[in-house]
T-cell receptor, first 116, second 111 residues
Framework: DAGITQSPRHKVTETGTPVTLRCHQTENHRYMYWYRQDPGHGLRLIHYSYGVKDTDKGEVSDGYSVSRSKTEDFLLTLESATSSQTSVYFC???????????????FGPGTRLTVL | GQNIDQPTEMTATEGAIVQINCTYQTSGFNGLFWYQQHAGEAPTFLSYNVLDGLEEKGRFSSFLSRSKGYSYLLLKELQMKDSASYLCAVTPTGSARQLTFGSGTQLTVLP
């Protein structure tokens, strides 16, 4: 199994509070991603990183920010949590295949976030 | 933009064969992935298709037709442990390694 951990695994917080989720990898993979998964919507990309300090927005980035100061860590921050951000959050990592865009992603165990 | 369609739910019997379809419309296309996700767990990689045709891997096979924007995942000799959600995902061209996922097909295998 790819070495990916997420912390915390479960969190309950209140509307308006800041929340930071951490993804840590031991694979030295270049690319890291944050997704949210909601019933009926599948996995939707929030933000991704293609290197230290290099990040970009995904499909549902509003209300979220990210930082990557080290190869192994990718942080997702909800500056002021809202009930619509209640979801399961998955981190993923990948390393591009040689000479192609092959992009198998390995997923962390997920963080279940509840915003009351 | 991207649009990926899969059936929401399917039911099959242990020992049978089931085919899960996926159609996609994207602004560009590099390849298609299938992932398996058991309830409460992370998605795990099953297969990748970039060229037209069938890729076989044990009890699982995946087919791709680029001209039709169509793929299917074929599961043979179904087992109870195959009850899971199956996610279709595409890599568009120029996507900086992004994946766009369908909503997933929840497969229930009955005894």
């Amino acid at each position: 199994d790819a070495g990916i951990t997420q912390s915390p695994r479960h969190k309950v917080t209140e509307t308006g509070t800041p929340v930071t989720l951490r993804c840590h990898q031991t694979e030295n993979h270049r690319y890291m991603y944050w997704y949210r998964q909601d019933p009926g919507h599948g996995l939707r990309l929030i933000h991704y990183s293609y290197g230290v300090k290099d990040t970009d927005k995904g499909e549902v980035s509003d209300g979220y920010s990210v930082s990557r100061s080290k190869t192994e860590d990718f942080l997702l921050t909800l500056e002021s949590a809202t009930s619509s951000q209640t979801s399961v959050y998955f981190c993923a990592i990948s390393e591009s295949g040689t000479g192609s865009d092959y992009n198998e992603q390995f997923f962390g165990p997920g963080t279940r976030l509840t915003v009351l | 933009g991207q649009n990926i369609d899969q059936p929401t739910e399917m039911t099959a019997t242990e020992g049978a064969i089931v085919q899960i379809n996926c159609t996609y419309q994207t602004s560009g296309f590099n390849g298609l992935f299938w992932y398996q996700q058991h309830a409460g767990e992370a998605p795990t990689f099953l297969s990748y298709n970039v060229l037209d045709g069938l890729e076989e891997k044990g009890r699982f096979s995946s087919f791709l037709s680029r001209s039709k924007g169509y793929s299917y995942l074929l599961l043979k000799e179904l087992q109870m442990k195959d009850s899971a959600s199956y996610l279709c995902a595409v890599t568009p061209t120029g996507s900086a390694r992004q994946l766009t996922f369908g909503s997933g097909t929840q497969l229930t295998v009955l005894p």
